[in-house]
């Protein structure tokens, strides 16, 4: 199992950037997705979830309205598309994915104790 996010990057505030998530050694549509963040100093934190067959998307309030989940199955790929990006998202964003047999609702997601494999994360900073 192999998850590799990559598209971070400097951005102004307001800007936008769409981060990718390329998954192997598994069938996505098999599984749901999350993407997490870290801000130097602040726990990791959930961030946004795509459920298997994409079912179900969830979001962390501050970035309703503002990020979107979204997949690509035949590309093998999740996204986290992020516009009106403010100062506060100024984070490493990893994407992970829960171990096999375990359930994730709407009131688990946003644990990271929810996923076994986790890929290495990629910086975004948004600033002026």
């Known amino acids: 199992v192999q998850l590799q996010a990559s598209g971070g990057g400097l951005v102004q505030p307001g800007g936008s950037l769409k981060l990718t998530c390329d998954v192997s050694?598994?069938?996505?549509?098999?599984?749901?997705i999350g993407w997490f963040r870290q801000a130097p100093g602040k726990e990791r934190e959930g961030v946004a979830y795509?459920?298997?067959?994409?079912?179900?998307?969830c979001y962390r309030d501050s970035v309703k309205g503002r990020f979107t989940i979204s997949r690509d199955i035949a590309k093998n790929a999740v996204y986290l598309q992020m516009s009106s990006l403010e100062p506060e998202d100024t984070a490493i964003y990893y994407c992970?994915?829960?171990?096999?047999?375990?359930?994730?609702?709407?009131?688990?997601?946003?644990?990271?104790?929810?996923?076994?494999?986790w890929g290495q994360g990629t910086l975004v900073t948004v600033s002026s």
């Open positions: 992970a994915r829960p171990r096999s047999g375990t359930i994730v609702g709407i009131r688990t997601w946003y644990y990271f104790q929810t996923y076994g494999f």
């Open positions: 050694g598994f069938t996505l549509d098999d599984y749901g």
């Open positions: 795509s459920s298997r067959r994409e079912g179900t998307t």
